[in-house]
């Protein structure tokens, strides 16, 4: 399919498609496919009160009854997942099955929201006081800004708008500068659901901004946004983190990952294989929860790199789009090049490199590279650093108390995992002397979440949590009410103030 | 009793009441009391060091085991309530009544953690690929640094140390420059419980700082206190809240509030009159929940302000540990000085001011004041400020929905409440379109929380909570934990990677 | 649309609904519109080992995949809303807006329990000892019996299906005699989902069972169905319950209600004339949730029983399926006849009755009466019991406490309400001292339960919990879990054994 | 120390201890230590009565309030573990360790409850209509009947009544007539608790009713009793389980176990055997957690019996007050007849005894026994019963899943483990595919449970949960509500019913 016929089939149209100063293009042949109109900056209070104003709305629709439009929404998406995900392959470079494996998570979170709508628990608690109840309730806090990354341009806003939305929420999105494709498809899904739903869904409920740097700084800069949900760098979430902090709102922050997996001696090798290497080079290497630090026993390292160096040596590297392709393309040539940077420090501080040079036989135009296995003398600098590429660094242990240290020694704080059929080490490895990461498994690597667990990280990574679990709190406020129905007025620790 | 004897009773020497280069005063006669030795900013990573130490060796003792310290530590401070009433009556001027029922909160969160201690509640999930668990634990996650406030010098030490502890986290707590004595003697009793534990609890497991801007900064400047909880003003808030986001800490704010009450016209003018009073004057109006606003329907403000007024002449004012007084002396000259421009302001903005002047045949050297109620023509900028003083100011209001827009038009959304006997009136308050605030109360005052629900709030009050509900969970770090034991390798999410 | 017609669109065919020994009649006309084949008893060992069989690969599908299934089905039922509502109008009696409120909470329970799926929440838990681990897990438990009533033919199923089904459990359906038309089509309705669904769904995960008591006995009596759901009268749960304690499997039992309503005298008392019609004639008084017993403060009572008696006149009685009809037939002559000596028996204990008597000129054939207010002179015998028939007891009080006593003097112990505008009202009554029933609401009638609460009562309805919140624990085992991952043997209690 | 001093010392007098029908014997020695007075059946309605009056005032007192009672229960029994602990070794024989691990149990559970006190959480649910809320709150039930075993004196009881106490809810004990003792001392150490608990605690919170069946049918028959917790054999709860049932009442069964290991060939041998030999002959064979079958891998099953023979010989056999004792008497001649006979049926189906004979050279008087290692070519009738006594069956298997079906193939369902150090091992048997019991655990042995789990199992063992998790709910009532409280009437499911 050409990419005109793939935006055309995602119900993108020309007129919206071109007549901006947004150039839009595919990593896979780095071919322009549009011109976007940006978001004007000073439109940004506008578009802050417009969603304020649905907020007014919204926040009285019963939450079940919210939860109707977020189902609306998921059926929506299983009509167009064919589509979509062409769309994410197109914009994004990911394999189709990855991309439509995106979608399949932004389903499975619609419908997760769907049984939170009749849920959204607070607490009833026993009160210390005769004739008094006390009680915690969550309420709807109010716009949402989303800032979501290229590299998972669909299902990050799914996993936030979904909800968003049944916590009675509005979002305002601002996608990556390099995907607002997807995210344009997305919008008019979305619409698709809220005509169905009817009236009770007011304007504004979803808007979606454009642009850059100076949009974004507009939503975290806002009291009108109380929260905001960051994914990206940990450089940007750096930024963006403490500013929200400063005027009162509540960051949530999904930033970078330095994710590893040990291998133990009693580990599955096969199994571990197949999992390093989907871990490691899956998206080419763009997840933040790639697979980025093997840690291995040394008892096994060599049959572990010979292995691998054999199996890397069959990748299909090429169009995502063809059946067969498990590497496609790089988001852009800067990320290539500082793929390439990395890998001649890693040398200059004591890596064998194997692999990782760029492609040039696949799709002309793309950044095509070969994933790199780095086998280091011990964690360095550049191991502490999270290059966004196909870059598996590897490293020996001998006690599995050095392992879980390397591991933990470095800034980030998201992903994690150990090969292991031992009870003991596996059970180590999650509990208070573990991993201090905020995912952490055992026999799967460290990529590829379920939506029904909260997913994030600690430390560099943010400490924001998103989709399962009870992460629908970061959506709302939480009150605590003690109604007192008696004619009596006891104080709290029997405190005594008699007027 | 003298101040020596209090001092002595507490169990604090002379020789660490003496020699250093704090002074302490107490606000009952501006005595100084102690000259103490201040903590070295120079010393503050050694310090940071010691505490993480503890932390290696207290998170692997099991959470029940830790909530065995705080049982004993419960049982020491029943032991030592008297006279530990006592000192913070000395250190902070509250009357006899509010300093034990202060020290009654320590007593009822240590209880309340220990249960806790067996809880610790996470999940297990149900996960989508065959052969796999899903878990969601939580961890002790390090250090916490606790920054407290002059006006509950030990009770929001206590919430924090009692979950902290069973948390599997060390403390180090930086108390107010101007009740540090409470703490000391708080530090002591924390020792005793420590020596009946044993063993298993570490060394620097509670440290104590002792000193001002510099000492805290430290703290919350340390990537090694990965937990910053701090009470106070905004001002301090907002600055302590960005710096530690900045360096991925987790800031736990609880900070000023406005806090106010609707009186409806169904409301039992009587019970409304007692509860407005012990919230507005007590602690001499310098709780965090302090009642500072009335919003008052019109139909109802004459009788109301007339009552209030009536009672508000009776109010005892004078020595706190006299049997009989209501309204113990301010912190210092400094607030009573805050107090009188306030006053001098809400005059200027329109207001007509009913008490609130100094009250000099108290006991001298004291900063007694009369408390103040304040008639204003509309929520001016004055009534939007925090004035931790007993100042109380009057609104009025017609219909509910301006009430509640009233009350939630400052920038604090701590503490909040409604006198009605309508159950419509209660429940909309209490609503998604009601009060803004963390506390929402009905038929009671907005101060004096019991420590089962969560305390705190959003806006400018920080977003923190802290004692009971969840409050723990900020205290440890999530981790979601998928166990494959099958010989198959799935992906979440369906996606297809065969290599 | 003749009866043919609406058992033709809801998908029965002309094999289907004849050449059985089961005469089924719609009580709209008492026409026999179908005579359906029995179970023979003889065949139910084969069909609990087929369930059991079913189980044994059921419980071994991942949840979120066994919400997929019941997502479908929500699909399906979606599909056939209007056509499947017509049945149970058809089937039941019930008017047309009740008939598609049926399947909308089908509906409902499907979406919920889709979000249970990925749910189904145990614990983790704080370990005293060192090096271990402690969980709760939810495992499926196996067959369930499903013992339906003919008043919510198919609702009562679907909260047990959906349930049972995401939980890992087949389900073995026995319907009432009076409405297996509904029972078919909603197998039929099944299992189009479940070819959809595909091979994962085993064979007999849905199986029906149509007969009378020795069908139903054998599901009772058989180890094999270790839970039991049964729905009706406590006369027959009064067998069930301890025939199945007996055996060792879990009875649900949701039985007879005798629910009041309370209206004070600060009540909204247009309101409440609605709720009270709407609770005590809808589907024609036959809910389990059916208001039987009005208790009005003395000072209102003349006025709302004016207010009522006027209303009832206005009540249009008839063809269920007529536009406008809010009150159709009874099931059969046999309720007719219990109804008429309910009255016969309330007016020898002093009631004085209005209404009640049958309506023969509405559609022959049918068992129409007019709803029965009956003021008595205090809480008789007759006013204990269940009648199954829209009749309203109206008794007087004086005090609050007077009262709730009134309310909860009867054995049942399901549905309950008060009509108040004051807070104290209100919230005592819902308090440790309230009323003592499953369902206490306020403002609104006792019947119309969401699907998101849990629905069942106390006393002799039985305890059981079915619909929302942690119902869905009735159809799974729980299994504490303590893994020791140390190299040490610690006993619990600290308990010292060396051998 | 002699009996004597050791009744005297837990507080009990001479004028309790004679003078009445009921012998009550020491294991140890056989020594008759007391003639108890017993219940009266005829007074068992007033003992009821006063309950219920205790309950009507109990339930009013805020449960924080009612945990201040427990927690007061817990300091007098830390204050009296030791004379506790003998009394308890005195009665029952089990060896003094275990007589102080009983008691820290209880002190333990007070510990919990106390924590529990503050939450008793129920739930606020998202409801589906405006203007309206929808909560789940818990209230107290009612007096709790608690028939209590020979083997668990006092620490079952605890559980209840620790639990019942704080969810508001009065105590009518039923001991077993062998132990009475133990259950006179607890009931005046609750006297104390009570004492200076103050007049809040009414009049008979907690009653002893001493005596054997007709006692204890008068509180399973009683409506006023709505719970029955009983502990004790299979055939006791087949009995009381449908008679609580048939008079609508709740019964909690902790009935038989017939608790399994399964060995693997990864197990820590050392580890399994030290296991295996506490939880087979700790408190003589007698806990329901009793290991009682071994179902160990072919490979290392001649080992593994070698060494327990050899273990099993070094066992110190006697007065279980004697320091290095560890297997005490069992509970009288009957229960050694009953091992004999049991003995006598293995051989008969094939097993090799090892062990199990009478050991006359213990102290005289005293029913002691060697414990019994019995393999067994296959899982017999005999090895289907529990046998209350040290008999420890021992049997192969070859494939996990075997293993696994051999484990669930008994009637009962409390206790089980696996000894293995494989993750996928580990994991299948805790899986829904694993083990079938109530508790199941790895590398721990199936006694000894902490309790912060729900501690109890299904099929024969009865199905009730005591102790942790949520068992408090089984103590309670749930009540679903829902406040109307705008000025409209919405029904649910969208239904439109205008009158």
New interface residues.
Partial sequence: MTHSETLAKAGLTEAELSGGTLAVHSPIDGAEVARLKQTDPFDMPAIIATSQEAFQIW???????R?ELV?LLGEELRAAKDELGALVTLETGKIT??G???V??MI?IC???????????????????????????????GPVGVISAFNFPVAVWSWNTALALVC?DPVIWKPSEKTPLTALACKKIFEKAAARFGDDAPEGLLQLVIGGAEVGEALVASKGV?VISATGSTRMG?VV???V??R?G??ILELGGNNAMIVAPSA?LD?A???I??SAV?TAGQRCTTLRRLIVHKSIKAELVEKLIK?YA??PIGDPRSKGT?IGPLIDQGALDAMQTSLEVAKAEGGTVHGGGPVTEAVPGGAYVAPALVEMPGQTDIVKKETFAPILYVLEYVGLDDAIEIQNEV?QGLASCIF?????E???F????G??????????GPS????????GG???T??G?ES??DAWKGYM???????????E?P???????D?
């Fill in positions: 926040r009285r629709v019963p939450a079940p009854r939860g189902r099955a990855e439509l494996g995106e399949q998570e499975d419908d997760f929201a769907v049984g939170l709508s009749r849920q959204l628990y607070g607490l009833t608690i026993a009160s210390e006081r005769p004739g008094h109840r006390m009680t915690e309730t969550w309420h709807p806090i009675g109380p750096g983190g403490p500013k902090a400063a009162w509540r960051p599955d199994m294989v197949r999992a290497v989907f899956g199996t069959t990748l498990l800034p292991t059929l031992n009870v003991r596996a059970e180590t999650l509990s208070s002397v991993s201090d990461c905020g995912i952490a498994n055992v026999n799967i590829g979440a379920e939506i029904g667990g909260a997913f600690e430390k560099e943010g400490g949590r399962g679990s406020r939480r009150q605590t009410s003690t109604v007192n129905y008696s004619a007025l104080l709290a620790q029997g405190i005594k103030f007027v």
